[in-house]
């Protein structure tokens, strides 16, 4: 474990921010979570009940604060003051994958040129990651990692946490465990013409493989 013995985790109780709190906590950090549940659950009195099953989970406990990341008198209250005036310039961004656009070539690599976006989404991603790249190169004590995630799926091994099941579903893994569970009938996968070896979406075959 590096000297840094404190990690900020931005968006802590969401899908994401819950999981790599656990790793976190694990890996022997501290943690200091915020959220506005504008993407989570919200519990009673500001609390966050995925972070609740988080501390279940690995039995640490988990500073939160319920706070807007655009409300600045609120985060100086909790950080005293910024990053910089606090002499910290350790940063991960959560980032996406569509920060690539339509790939060049595939598999796509890390160094695979980005920019060539067509989503708010993709366009809002990359456009951090140039800020934080020139603030990088400007002043060399910053230290920053971008994570480009590929369609995330899935939960913690002991059930407690994944994704919220009250909310739209946006990838296939929660309709196979619905109907796995029975609780759905079938499985629809749409179109049937593709130029792939059984006619299905060409991201099943690359599974398969």
């Known amino acids: 474990m590096s000297a840094w013995s404190t990690v900020f985790v931005t968006g802590g109780a969401g899908y994401i921010g819950s999981h790599c709190i656990v ?25 966050a009940p995925s972070l609740k099953r988080v501390e279940k989970i690995t039995g640490k406990t988990v500073t939160f604060y319920q706070c807007d990341l655009l409300d ?10 910024v990053m910089k005036e606090n002499d910290c310039y350790q940063l991960v961004f959560s980032s996406s994958c569509t920060v690539y656009g339509d790939p ?22 990359f456009f951090i990651e140039e800020m934080l790249k020139d603030i990088s190169h400007a002043e060399k004590s910053w230290n920053i990692i971008s994570l480009r995630y590929f369609n995330p799926v899935g939960a913690h091994p002991s059930g407690l946490i994944g994704e ?13 465990a619905q109907v796995a ?19 299905t979406g060409i991201q099943f075959n690359r599974i398969e493989e």
């Open 72 to 81: 600045k008198p609120r985060l100086n209250k909790i950080f005293c003051e």
């Open 164 to 176: 919220d099941p009250t909310k739209a579903f946006t990838n296939l893994m929660p309709y196979m």
């Open 104 to 125: 060049e070539h595939l598999p796509i690599t890390e160094d695979h040129p980005t920019g060539s976006v067509t989503n708010v989404y993709g366009r809002t991603k």
């Open 23 to 47: 790793e976190l906590l694990e890996a022997g950090y501290s943690v200091v979570a915020v959220d506005n549940f504008t993407n989570s659950v919200n519990g009673q009195g500001g609390e």
């Open 181 to 199: 569970m029975g609780n759905k009938p079938s499985l629809t996968i749409f179109g049937g013409d593709y130029d792939t070896v059984d006619g």
